[in-house]
Each structure stands twice: as C-alpha cells, then as structure tokens.
C-alpha cells in the first residue's frame, strides 16, 4: 500500500510540475525519473562506469541530478564544473564552450549517446575523469533527451503562473498558541507581500500542517501530510518531537526549508543541503565559547577547559569526538559525585579559561570548590536553557564570567525594528508572544528576499543556489546572516558577553565569535 501511495505521488509530482499546467509526455517522465534518481523505465537501475579502470556502480548512486543539478545546469562540487547539459545549450549552433573553456561542436543525437556510453564530447576528446560512463538502451537515451529538451522550462512542485505555494509545520495542539502565532505572522506578511504584487506578478499561499500528539516521528507524519499539497518550500516550522527527522525527510523530498533554529551542531555535511537556518542551537553556542576560551588561554599562556555533564552533551548528540583537535582539556561526568571527585583535583580548577556545560546545581558545586581552592578561572556558561538559574547559581563569583546569546538587543537597527512593531500593530498581532513572531517574520523575510532574487524562472535549485549566495545579509533584527554550499546557518556564532553578577545582566556590546568549523 505504501508502494502505490509513493508511485501515486511521483507520477502527481511529474504531471503537476509541468509548465502551464500540460503534462509531461510519457518519454519525458522516463527521461526525468532517469536523470534524478539513475531509475531506468523499466525499474532497474542503469549501470555507472567509474574512473579509467571502468568501476561498475549502481546508476541510482550517481544519477545526473547529483552533479548537473535537477535543472541540468551544473552545480561546482569538490573543485569539480559540472557543464550546464540543457538540450538548448548543447546544440548551440556555434558549439559548446566547456567549463574549463574549450570549444567543440554542437552535440547531435549520436555524439550524446557517445558522450554518455564512451565519455567523450563531440571533438573525440575525453571528458572529465569525474564523469561517469552509463550503460544506456536506445530507448533510455531518447527518453533522456526528451526531458533535457524541456527541463528549463518545467515548474517544481508549488509553482504555477500565478502562485508559489508555501507551507509551515506548527507543534501540536497542547503547543497550538504557538502554532498559531508563527502562523498569523506568516500568513500576514505573505498577504503584504502579495498586496504589493507578489513576487514577479506570483501569489504566495500557506499551507498548514500541525504535528500529531504522538507517534513514532510525528513531524514525518505531517510533513508527508503536507506533500500531498506540493509545497515549494517550508517555512518557519517548528517540529518540536523531531527536528533531526525532518531535516532528512526534506532532503529526501528536496524540500527547502528555512527554519528558525538548526537542530543539530554537529560536524559540516550532516544537515541537510535543503535545510537554512535563522540562528545556531545551544551547541553552536558552546563551540563559539569554547573557541573564546581557547584563544583567551592562548594569550594569557593558560588552559582551557570544557568541563561537561554527560546527560547535556547527549541532548545535543554531541561527545568527546566533537571536541578532538581542538586545543583544550575535555573532561565530562556522568553525575555529581564524579563532578566531586573532578574538582578536588588540583589541575581541574587550574585552568585559565572554563567552560561549564551542565545544570545550575553542579555549577554551583563548580563555583563552590573554586572559592576554598582560592582559584578564579575565567568561567564560561554554556546553558540549553534555565540561563537564569546558573546566573544566580554564579553570584558572588570574583572571577570573570561569560555567555554566549544567539542574539541581542545591539543587532537591532531602529528602522528595521519600527517596521517590524508597525507590522504587529497593523495585523493586530501585539499581545503574542515577541521570540517565535520575530522569528518567523525573518524567515518570511529571508524567503522572500531570495525568491525574488531567483526571478520568474523559479526552482528550487535556483532557490539554494540564491541562498548560497548571501554574505553579511542585514534584517536589522537579528545578527547578520550568511550562507555559502558549506554554511546552513545564518548567523552562526554568538555574542560572548561578560555578565554583571551583581545585577545578571550582559555588559554590552561584547564579541560576536564563530567557531572554526561551520555548518
């Protein structure tokens, strides 16, 4: 059953992703169902040739999606140029420049086949050894031309002449006042921006999804709910029971997203291409504290420490193997008495910079030991949340302290801020609550900003591709935000900021840092 549900939903997929609502002809959907996911018509996957020594691979392994895009026109990946291989560009009729500059003639129907079985271009000359050879039938290549013929023009899914269809995934309903207020912003500021026009002469419409009470990957559950309605993208959700999973989901579907707050922070590569994010999660806050600590040792000749509770760093996913080769001291306990047994240990308060990643109670215990052992290392909070109890925990501490925020009221500019509370005012959105209205605000800003950036001819390919290319991008609301093919989140860092531990409040404007390695 769930087999003919999928197979249902391609072959939707395939008919309403084509341009001006006409179908794809039966050769074009092979030829497409070919180049993104290596599937022959008849089921099997083709064979890939690899390398000179003609190493056989699953087609589906290297399907032409990977490296040319689902739109064929090429996507740099490892210092490698896929070339754009739309049938309009190959059959230029003064021939084809390549992506290291050469010039050969025109493709014909014969000098492709041979350029796929043999791998060279129509001048007999070698292609790219990063190009595979496929063992390809007649009737495969013909299927494959007759897509690239049309691939330019074809709509992905959510986009028609006159609408883009975005959706959001709210929490569910014991979270619905949270939902809802992610949701009245977002259909507020999409029913401004279409006032204004839309985008490129296109309406923006919302769809809503909300999450299940319970369930194996309630989040999952929804989401495929939501594809029955062919998003473009998703917008500002929130999948409170299972982030992780989404995110994999919508590299599956190649579903982009913009989210509010990455999930994971983790090593680069294991967040989903599809997935952008506002700010970084408790974990991106460590490691830029973790990054302040370890220049501040190196320029007073000292130590840096990450003393670390277990059942913290598990709630991140996180473990001493995110922290090798990074120039400090890892120690992390299980529980109490094993933080007990760590501070009577002279070396463990002998650090100069240190980082406490763990619960208000064991801080306390921390800053305890400190005072008889007369030592004041610069201390470090790193905190998921409860920032206020581990802020009181610190009182009366002689030493220096920081913490590390996603945000502060320093990134605000007083434009961008007045027409964000004008904004509120004008919806009759100010009694909800100000984080997850500001939140989705930006997202919807981010989105929109990028699909008008793309233009009429609208992709989701184009989409990333647009996203990829914002640096030092400037909402007035939050830090700036950059994204890059290796970078996911926006502004992804903190502001480390010592704390008066008379009053717990930030000493402004103090440091944004990013750590060294992004994601």
């Known amino acids: 059953m769930r087999g003919r549900l999928h197979a249902g939903l391609m072959a939707l997929l395939l ?9 794809l002809t039966a050769s074009q959907q092979r030829g497409q ?16 040739l690899v390398g000179s020594a003609g190493v056989a691979l699953p087609g589906g392994a290297l399907p032409c999606a990977n490296c040319h895009g689902v739109d064929a026109r090429g996507r740099p990946e490892g ?10 560009q190959l059959t230029k009729e003064y021939g084809v ?18 350029a796929l079985r043999l791998g060279v271009d129509p001048a007999a000359t070698p292609l790219n050894s990063a190009m595979p050879r496929y063992r390809l039938s007649d009737s495969d290549l013909a299927d494959l031309r007759a897509y690239l013929m049309v691939v330019d023009e074809i709509l992905d899914p959510g986009v028609s002449d006159g609408q883009i269809r975005l959706a959001t995934l709210v929490p569910a309903p014991e979270q619905a006042g949270l939902g809802q207020d992610i949701v009245r912003v977002l259909r507020a500021y999409f029913a401004d921006v279409n006032a204004a026009g839309g985008v490129y002469g296109r309406q923006l419409e919302l769809v809503v999804q909300a999450e299940p009470a319970d369930g194996p990957a309630p989040a999952v559950w929804a989401a495929e709910r939501l594809l029955a ?15 992780l999973q989404l995110a994999a989901w919508a590299e599956r579907q190649r579903l982009p997203v913009m989210g509010p707050f990455a999930s994971r922070s983790g090593a680069p590569g294991e967040l989903s291409r599809f997935s952008f994010y506002l700010l970084g999660d408790a974990g991106v806050r460590l490691r830029a504290l973790l990054q302040a600590a370890m220049i501040s040792a190196r320029l007073h000749g000292g130590e840096a420490l990450l003393l670390a509770q277990r059942q913290a760093l598990d709630a991140l996913d996180l473990s001493e193997l995110d922290f090798l080769g990074l120039d400090l001291r890892v120690e992390i306990y299980a529980d109490t008495p094993q933080l007990q047994q760590l501070l009577a240990q002279p070396e463990t308060l002998g650090a100069t910079d240190l980082v406490h990643f763990g619960a208000a109670e064991q801080l306390r215990l921390l800053l305890q030991a400190a005072t008889r052992q007369q030592r ?18 610190a009182q009366g501490y002689a030493g220096e302290l920081y913490v590390g925020y996603p945000m502060l009221s320093s990134d605000l500019q007083r434009a961008a801020w007045q027409a964000f509370e004008q904004f509120r005012v004008r919806h ?30 609208l992709s989701r390919e184009r989409l990333i591709h647009e996203l990829e290319q914002l640096y030092n991008y400037q909402t007035g609301l939050m830090p700036p935000f950059s994204y890059s093919p290796n970078r996911r989140i926006g502004a992804y860092g903190a502001h480390v900021v010592s704390t008066d531990l008379t009053t717990g ?15």
Do not use: M
Not at 79 to 88: C, E, F, M, T
Not at 376 to 393: F, H, N, V
Not at 505 to 519: I, K, M, S
């Open 15 to 23: 008919v309403w992703g084509a341009p001006n609502g006409w179908a």
């Open 33 to 48: 169902q070919l180049f993104t996911t290596g599937i022959s018509a008849n089921g099997t996957a083709v064979t890939a």
């Open 79 to 88: 210092g490698v140029i896929p070339s754009d291989i739309r049938w309009l």
């Open 97 to 114: 420049r390549s992506s290291s500059g050469r010039r050969y003639p025109a493709y014909t129907d014969a000098s492709f086949a041979d």
């Open 229 to 243: 309605q062919q998003p473009f993208a998703l917008v500002s959700p929130v999948a409170l029971q299972a982030p």
């Open 376 to 393: 004041t290392p610069t201390l470090y909070i790193a905190a998921s949340g409860g920032l206020g109890d581990r802020l009181r925990a």
């Open 428 to 457: 009759q959105l100010t009694e909800g609550p100000l984080q997850p209205q500001l939140h989705a605000y930006v997202a919807a800003q981010l989105t929109t900003h990028a699909l008008k950036a793309v233009g009429k001819k």
């Open 505 to 519: 409040r930030p000493n402004l404007p103090g440091r944004w840092v990013e750590p060294l390695t992004q994601y």
